[in-house]
């Protein structure tokens, strides 16, 4: 089964930091771009185990568009074994009527856009919300029945302190959500942060105290009773009330469902302009523009360019992402080709103690990033790169 992907493009405004696909056109193009988002539906089909309103800030949709949009979901895709249903909010849409449309579609996961408890620091990334917003948007969801909510945070802003980041730490976990990914400050090119750094009005953190605000984190969460099983997101481990929290496997069932589909190679269905595509053989993306993607798909033809993967593609997209993941790269699912050049590749760094090999009880062999590993994870994975 796939993941379903919807790209919500529309923000109020524009974070500094942001480098994904949005725009500021909501109120003029809304309507039209639900109507496209359903068309585009009709163009295809499949049975979805995960669903994800991404953005972009899907907590900007009408509660008439949100009811329009699950409808096409449940009209063109089967939903029967539908396992998580997730939709990124910002915390200050998080109001009682819009909980209540949470619940009467069945949304059981969201996804909480916090980035920092600093009001000062969600000034400077042009957030709309405060601090104490998320406090309020997290006891409404509760209120609500929504007991899977995960938490963005952000570090590695200009001039900030170890003591400051702990701080930020420590208030999501008192929150207590089952999910918290967190990610160092990127400065990307084509968003204003990174004009801002070029034109010298701020400096970048240096690379030891980021190092030190990244193993502050891994430590905190462990203590806390968080699984890191992705480089950058962590699941709580600890059962709400009498509920499981492992599978059989003994994994937290609080990880992300959907995002693993990209660290774990699962197809995936992507809906809306910029959105992407995977079938495990071809990757295709959307059009990255409104206007452009609305009059396509209005008149029947969805915008999209594609990708043949050959088989060393594959092998590098393996690298890139299920590396990134706790239990690594399975070995006897590569090819022998590649499971030899890896190995070879990897060498330096095993010896290094910068990767490691487990073997399961059913036979089969991981290659993972060690703990010393998730500190150059770039470094190892290149060097693992076919070329």
Same mark, same amino acid.
């Given at each position: 089964?796939?993941?379903?992907?919807?790209?919500?493009?529309?923000?109020?405004?524009?974070?500094?930091?942001?480098?994904?696909?949005?725009?500021?056109?909501?109120?003029?193009?809304?309507?039209?771009? +639900?109507?496209?988002?359903?068309?585009?539906?009709?163009? =295809?089909?499949?049975?979805?185990?995960?669903?994800?309103?991404?953005?972009?800030?899907?907590?900007?949709? &009408?509660?008439?568009?949100?009811?329009?949009?699950?409808?096409?979901?449940?009209?063109? %895709?089967?939903?029967?074994?539908?396992?998580?249903?997730?939709?990124?909010?910002?915390?200050?849409?998080?109001?009682?009527? %819009?909980?209540? +449309?949470?619940?009467?579609?069945?949304?059981?996961?969201?996804?909480?856009?916090?980035?920092?408890?600093?009001?000062?620091?969600?000034?400077?990334?042009?957030?709309?919300?405060?601090?104490?917003? +998320?406090?309020?948007?997290?006891?409404?969801?509760?209120?609500?029945?929504?007991?899977?909510?995960?938490?963005?945070?952000?570090?590695?802003?200009?001039?900030?302190?170890?003591?400051?980041?702990?701080?930020?730490?420590?208030?999501?976990?008192?929150?207590?959500?089952?999910?918290?990914?967190?990610? &160092? #400050?990127?400065?990307?090119?084509?968003?204003?942060?990174?004009?801002?750094?070029?034109?010298?009005?701020?400096?970048?953190? $240096?690379?030891?105290?980021?190092?030190?605000? !990244?193993?502050?984190?891994?430590? =905190?969460?462990?203590?806390?009773?968080?699984?890191? !099983?992705?480089?950058?997101?962590?699941?709580?481990?600890?059962?709400?009330?009498?509920?499981?929290?492992?599978?059989?496997?003994?994994?937290?069932?609080?990880? @992300?469902?959907?995002?693993?589909?990209?660290?774990?190679?699962?197809? !995936?269905?992507?809906?809306?302009?910029?959105?992407?595509? !995977?079938?495990?053989?071809?990757? &295709?993306?959307?059009?990255?523009?409104?206007?452009?993607?609305? $009059?396509?798909?209005?008149?029947?033809?969805?915008?999209?360019?594609?990708?043949?993967?050959?088989?060393?593609?594959?092998?590098?997209?393996? +690298?890139?992402?299920?590396? /990134?993941?706790?239990?690594?790269?399975?070995? $006897?699912?590569? @090819?022998?080709?590649?499971?030899?050049?890896?190995?070879?590749?990897?060498? /330096?760094?095993?010896?290094?103690?910068? #990767?490691?090999?487990?073997?399961?009880?059913?036979?089969? &062999?991981?290659?993972?990033?060690?703990?010393?590993?998730?500190?150059?994870?770039?470094?190892?994975?290149?060097?693992?790169?076919?070329?």
């Amino acid at each position: 089964m796939a993941g379903l992907y919807i790209h919500i493009p529309f923000c109020k405004s524009r974070c500094i930091y942001c480098g994904f696909y949005s725009t500021t056109l909501s109120s003029t193009w809304q309507d039209r771009y +639900v109507d496209a988002l359903c068309r585009e539906m009709e163009m =295809r089909s499949g049975e979805v185990s995960t669903i994800y309103l991404g953005g972009g800030t899907p907590s900007l949709l &009408s509660a008439e568009n949100l009811r329009r949009l699950f409808a096409a979901i449940h009209q063109h %895709f089967d939903c029967s074994q539908l396992r998580e249903l997730t939709i990124e909010c910002n915390p200050d849409d998080v109001t009682l009527p %819009f909980v209540a +449309v949470l619940q009467q579609l069945g949304i059981n996961r969201v996804s909480l856009g916090a980035q920092t408890f600093s009001d000062d620091r969600l000034r400077f990334l042009h957030r709309r919300h405060t601090a104490h917003q +998320v406090d309020e948007a997290i006891a409404l969801l509760r209120q609500a029945g929504i007991r899977n909510i995960s938490l963005d945070l952000m570090f590695g802003f200009p001039n900030q302190t170890l003591n400051e980041w702990d701080k930020d730490i420590a208030h999501a976990i008192a929150l207590q959500p089952e999910h918290i990914s967190a990610y &160092s #400050l990127m400065y990307e090119e084509g968003t204003p942060l990174f004009e801002h750094l070029l034109q010298g009005h701020l400096t970048e953190l $240096s690379d030891e105290l980021s190092r030190q605000m !990244y193993e502050l984190l891994i430590n =905190r969460l462990d203590a806390a009773g968080y699984e890191h !099983y992705e480089i950058s997101n962590w699941a709580r481990k600890a059962p709400l009330k009498k509920e499981t929290n492992s599978d059989n496997d003994g994994k937290s069932l609080w990880r @992300s469902l959907h995002n693993s589909s990209y660290w774990n190679q699962t197809p !995936y269905i992507g809906i809306g302009a910029a959105a992407h595509s !995977y079938d495990g053989e071809t990757r &295709s993306w959307n059009v990255s523009n409104l206007q452009q993607y609305v $009059s396509a798909i209005e008149s029947g033809q969805r915008p999209y360019e594609s990708e043949t993967i050959d088989d060393d593609t594959r092998y590098n997209d393996i +690298v890139t992402t299920a590396l /990134r993941t706790r239990e690594g790269i399975n070995l $006897s699912a590569l @090819s022998a080709r590649h499971r030899q050049y890896l190995l070879q590749q990897a060498r /330096r760094s095993l010896d290094a103690g910068l #990767l490691a090999i487990t073997e399961t009880p059913t036979g089969e &062999s991981f290659i993972h990033l060690t703990r010393l590993g998730l500190f150059v994870s770039d470094d190892v994975m290149s060097d693992l790169i076919w070329v």
